[in-house]
């Protein structure tokens, strides 16, 4: 489990640039508020990206937006940062509640919602469109495999192609 630091001490350290703040919120939540100077990894493709490694003298602070996904995978948090690596207390929500500094943005779809929504259409023309052309069932079938590859890898094409979206960008 990460050690613990609070969102004023956080604030503090950051603007002293004694440590890098780094958001794994997905993008949907990012877009709606945001901590000035946090990176943005989301949790969904952060094992995929390169995270810089943490150093002792700037160690990486995780947060989510309540605490929960960054309690739940701390160890691989750990794992990614490469040194030494902190969470913060009660995540962004509690960050905006204490009264600091946030930018607000426009509030997109959940991107899981776009998913569901992508993945139902494309299903649901598949099928139609085994009256046109009966190869189409293929589609449907592609569909299903992506989504029980997404459910058993944690790694989803269609969210990364739904977060590149313009309406999905700050």
Same mark, same amino acid.
């Given at each position: 489990m990460l050690?613990?630091?609070?969102?004023?001490?956080?604030?503090?350290?950051?603007?002293?640039? +004694?440590?890098? !703040?780094?958001?794994? $919120?997905?993008?949907?939540?990012?877009?709606?508020?945001?901590v000035p100077g946090a990176e943005v990894a989301p949790l969904s493709v952060i094992k995929w990206t390169r995270l810089a490694p943490a150093s002792p003298d700037l160690p990486i602070v995780f947060t989510c937006n309540s605490g929960n996904r960054t309690t739940k995978q701390s160890d691989l948090l750990e794992e990614l940062a490469?040194?030494?690596?902190?969470?913060?207390?009660?995540?962004?929500?509690?960050?905006? +509640?204490?009264? !600091?500094?946030?930018? $607000?943005?426009r509030q997109s779809m959940p991107l899981f919602r776009q998913i569901q929504i992508g993945a139902g259409a494309l299903v649901l023309l598949g099928l139609a469109g085994v009256f046109v052309w009966p190869p189409m069932i293929w589609l449907s079938a592609f569909v299903g495999a992506g989504l029980v590859f997404a459910g058993v890898t944690g790694f989803c094409g269609l969210g990364l192609l739904l977060s590149a979206m313009p309406w999905n960008k700050k």
């Open positions: 050690p613990v630091i609070s969102p004023a001490e956080t604030l503090q350290k950051l603007r002293d640039g +004694k440590i890098r !703040l780094v958001d794994i $919120r997905e993008p949907d939540e990012v877009n709606a508020v945001r490469g040194g030494p690596a902190l969470q913060m207390e009660g995540g962004v929500s509690t960050w905006a +509640k204490q009264g !600091l500094p946030v930018e $607000r943005g």
